[in-house]
């Protein structure tokens, strides 16, 4: 996913103003990578946590909503 605002890297693809952006304006491709990454990368899941809790309070962020259930469910099964 280009990012509007972020000049990325390899290295910081999935750092935390990225994931933000994947998970507020990303298409069904780049969820798909993230969570790809997640696989690959457990720790990711602590940055994706750390991201949604800006936004649980928020009834209408159900992106966020979706992605914070699905670290819960992860970080559980690790």
Known sequence: M??????LTDETAFCLPAI???????LWQDWADL???ILKNRTLL???????KNYIDNPFSQRYHFWY???Q?????S
């Open 2 to 7: 280009k990012h509007r605002h972020l000049d």
């Open 20 to 26: 933000d952006d994947i998970i507020s304006r990303g």
């Open 35 to 37: 969570r790809t990454a």
């Open 46 to 52: 602590d940055d994706v946590e750390r991201v949604c």
């Open 69 to 71: 259930n699905y670290v």
């Open 73 to 77: 469910i992860h970080k559980k099964s």
